[in-house]
T-cell receptor
């Protein structure tokens, strides 16, 4: 398994500003992911954070709005840029240890999330 | 196109009884299935998983059943306890694909 530490746990931000969320894993992991969860809804994948290369973004999410870094195998950041009230959500970091699903087992472990409110 | 469906937004069960949460999927390429539990203000916690080569996996009070022909899986919790009150998510992945496809979640309420 993997223990994920995510910070900040919550923040209230002004429109037009940016917030960087940090995600630290207690061991080296193959894959790291960033999700968004709107109230009462399921998890939506924003992007996969690739170590040493650019993140892979899902449809509807772009690098200019959600720049991601992954400088090593245990750490990643997600920045929410030029925020608007529509960005108010819970942002979650997850990680997959081992072979990242190549052996069939594909368990993701999650941080506690960052609850973001944009005024 | 919703590939993983949890059709019950909520479920209420008496403490001590069995809770059954259901999940249907449409993609026949899915071969690994997971259940997560989520409390408010926390991230999802992995509960139990099952590979498509099995039809049942058990871990303590939690059992997951997989019916591949019906593209249906269920999570049984026996006996249900107050601490089981949470939102339960079903997720699925294809072989050698690290992405998980998530259901909408079912809110389980255990009544004392």
């Amino acid at each position: 398994s993997a223990v994920i530490s995510q910070k900040p746990s919550r923040d209230i931000c002004q429109r037009g500003t940016s917030l960087t969320i940090q995600c630290q894993v207690d061991s080296q992991v193959t894959m790291m992911f960033w999700y968004r969860q709107q109230p009462g809804q399921s998890l939506t994948l924003i992007a996969t954070a690739n170590q040493g290369s650019e993140a892979t973004y899902e449809s509807g999410f772009v690098i200019d709005k959600f720049p991601i870094s992954r400088p090593n195998l245990t750490f990643s950041t997600l920045t929410v840029s030029n925020m608007s009230p529509e960005d108010s959500s819970i942002y979650l970091c997850s990680a997959t240890p081992g072979t990242g699903g190549l052996d069939g087992e594909n368990i993701q472990y999650f941080g506690a999330g960052t609850r973001l409110s944009v005024l | 196109d919703q590939q993983v469906k949890q059709n019950s937004p909520s479920l209420s069960v008496q403490e001590g009884r069995i809770s059954i949460l259901n999940c249907d999927y449409t993609n026949s390429m899915f071969d690994y299935f997971l259940w997560y539990k989520k409390y408010p203000a926390e991230g999802p916690t992995f509960l139990i998983s099952i590979s498509s080569i099995k039809d049942k996996n058990e871990d303590g009070r939690f059992t997951v059943f997989l019916n591949k022909s019906a593209k249906h899986l269920s999570l049984h919790i026996v006996p249900s306890q107050p601490g089981d009150s949470a939102v339960y998510f079903c997720a699925a992945s294809e072989f050698r694909n690290y992405q998980l496809i998530w259901g909408a979640g079912t809110k389980l309420i255990i009544k004392p």
